[in-house]
């Protein structure tokens, strides 16, 4: 077996939408910390699940679609609009 790669469904997610994730693991849409988590997979990151409406979160789909991730949207509450300005940056899949 070998891992095809890394999706990180988190921790850029709405806290109202969290599901099962531990709220204290949620944190706001940060470059340096996407790039923390992406160097910290070694090669293996693919896909980053955020919630678009967040402050920052449309930056940080460039960054992500910039190296390389596939971004998708979910545990969001974004409207319409928020989803449109999503997919404009780069966001390809809702999750």
């Known amino acids: 077996a070998e891992i095809l790669g890394i999706h990180f469904e ?34 293996a990151a693919r896909i980053c699940t955020l919630a678009p409406e967040l ?4 930056d940080l789909i ?6 390389g991730l596939v971004v998708g949207l979910g545990h969001t ?3 319409y609009a928020q989803a449109c300005a999503a997919i404009e940056k780069g ?3 809702a999750v």
Request: aromatic share 6%; proline share 12%; net charge positive.
């Open 10 to 43: 988190g921790p850029f997610i709405n806290l109202a939408r969290r599901g099962v994730h531990p709220a204290e693991w949620i944190v706001p849409p940060s470059i340096p910390a996407l790039r923390r988590y992406v160097d910290a997979a070694g090669g």
């Open 55 to 58: 402050p920052g979160a449309l």
């Open 62 to 67: 460039e960054a992500a679609r910039a190296a």
């Open 77 to 79: 509450d974004a409207t």
């Open 91 to 93: 966001a390809r899949h």
